[in-house]
């Protein structure tokens, strides 16, 4: 009995082109009988594809398919399915921890739209912020190095901050440059294995007023920044000189990009409990 190549086609879910994929790579060969005009494959072919599909769908190339299956070794086969499955271990795991981090942004959006122009009382996650520029200048030699670093090893769980380590929410004006930089989420940093360091700060659980903004880079945040102040002033909360601004969200509108971002206004008291911003 001889199997068609249309039959080869609705059985493994390829097209035309994909089975002569396979035949390129040796995979299949094609049997044809005398007189026939069509492309015709011995029953042995069928569990060569199954095979040679098998190994693709575990994540094996071309190449590396047609080579498993054909000079290679029982040992060196077997050696080799191995080593695919602990790849796609880490590949869960990553997934798994990416997934994770999915959930706590799509969380923290969801809170800035519900947010937008309004304040509440609430506690800030707890999270590490490394700071890499203060203005216009870093704050080590290798900052770029290390947000390169970070970048590299936690994207995408990563999101831009600005740590006001001044009283920008308690005085109407306030000069110093604040820290920018970039937070992890600390249930994201313990997953995966970071720790506070000498550029890398632990930002503990603390109450703050929270509100929610947007707004375009270089635009003034003082509005923001009295609205947040009306409402510890008329709910009588005392608020603790500093802050932190988180980014959840970015987006270009007619060519202009635009930031939300829920700022953390620490509440003053209860200092050694909390802890402090920074």
């Not at 090893?153 to 600005?162: D, F, G, I, K």
Request: charged fraction near 25%.
């Amino acid at each position: 009995m001889k199997i068609k190549a249309t039959d080869m086609e609705k059985i493994f879910g390829l097209s035309p082109n994909g089975i002569r994929l396979y035949e390129k790579y040796g995979i299949l060969r094609v049997a044809r009988m005398a007189g026939s005009r069509y492309r015709l494959y011995d029953p042995e072919a069928l569990q060569a594809m199954g095979c040679g599909v098998q190994l693709r769908r575990y994540g094996f190339s071309m190449g590396e398919t047609a080579r498993l299956l054909g000079a290679a070794e029982d040992g060196e086969q077997l050696q080799a399915l191995e080593a695919r499955g602990q790849a796609i271990d880490r590949e869960i795991e990553g997934l798994a921890q990416a997934r994770k981090s999915l959930t706590i942004r799509v969380r923290r959006i969801r809170q800035a739209h519900q947010l937008l122009d309004q304040c509440a009382v609430e506690e800030k996650p707890a999270m590490y912020f490394l700071g890499v520029l203060r203005g216009q200048e870093p704050i080590e030699p290798e900052a770029g190095e290390m947000l390169g670093q970070w970048v590299k090893r936690y994207a995408p769980h990563l999101s831009t901050a600005v740590l006001l380590d001044g009283p920008y929410l308690t005085r109407e004006r306030y000069d110093q440059p604040p820290l920018r930089g970039v937070a992890l989420d600390a249930e994201m940093a313990l997953a995966l294995g970071l720790y506070a360091g000498r550029q890398v700060v632990y930002l503990p659980p603390k109450p703050c007023v929270v509100t929610a903004l947007r707004f375009s880079p270089g635009e003034d945040l003082t509005p923001h920044f009295a609205r947040v102040r009306r409402y510890a002033r008329d709910n009588q909360l005392t608020l603790y000189a500093g802050g932190l601004l988180r980014q959840v969200q970015c987006a270009f509108r007619e060519g202009k990009c635009m930031h939300t971002a829920l700022l953390y206004a620490p509440l003053a008291g209860d200092e050694d409990r909390f802890g402090q911003m920074r």
